[in-house]
């Protein structure tokens, strides 16, 4: 079943923050994140696994919340190259390795 | 990190056709991932191409539309076959590296007329 991330989208002036969520309706064994930039492939940012650790890109962080079976991606005085559309990939213990994403949270920021 | 590359990178095709999609690793993986991103999409699983076995297939996706070969651990292809202009996407491979970390290749961006 197909995480829910929300928001949809979000616009940021340059250094500001932004939250974005990823909630699932299944325990999870691990949240993995992407961006996409326009024609691009998705790149991988991070993944976290069932533990409940936190981690960064740059000034990007995530964490996980097992019991919540939910995670959120920080952008912390963001970038130029922050742009782009945010996709989380949840995966269960039993689903061998697929991943289910969600529709993606649209990122623009600005100068 | 696995370096993935696809090969065609895009193309333009005729309904009725067939167009096949490869998949180079430059590492061995076990498992690889044939994705579909329609236009302005989320990434939706088509299959897992597993070495020694046949693909497994999500829901609303059959063999004989989408045949998928895993001849070894560093290559995959995945047919799109009779296709019509529903079946215009981006087509991507994705590999299992290091135990749980899942990285794409590039995309084949698939245009049907």
Known sequence: QQPVQSPQAVILREGEDAV???SSSKALYSVHWYRQKHGEAPVFLMILLKGGEQKG???ISASFNEKKQQSSLY????QLSYSGTYFCGTRTADSWGKLQFGAGTQVVVTP | SAVISQ???RD???RGTSLTIQCQVDSQVTMMFWYRQQPGQS???IATANQGSEATYESGFVIDKFPISRPNLTFSTLTVSNMSP????IYLCSV???GVEQFFGPGTRLTVL
């Open chain 2, 7 to 9: 090969k065609p990178s």
């Open chain 1, 75 to 78: 952008l912390t005085a963001s």
């Open chain 1, 57 to 59: 890109h740059e000034k």
């Open chain 2, 86 to 89: 529903e079946d215009s996407s």
């Open chain 2, 12 to 14: 333009i095709c005729q």
């Open chain 1, 20 to 22: 974005i969520n990823c």
């Open chain 2, 43 to 45: 990434l939706t699983l």
């Open chain 2, 96 to 98: 299992e590296d290091r």
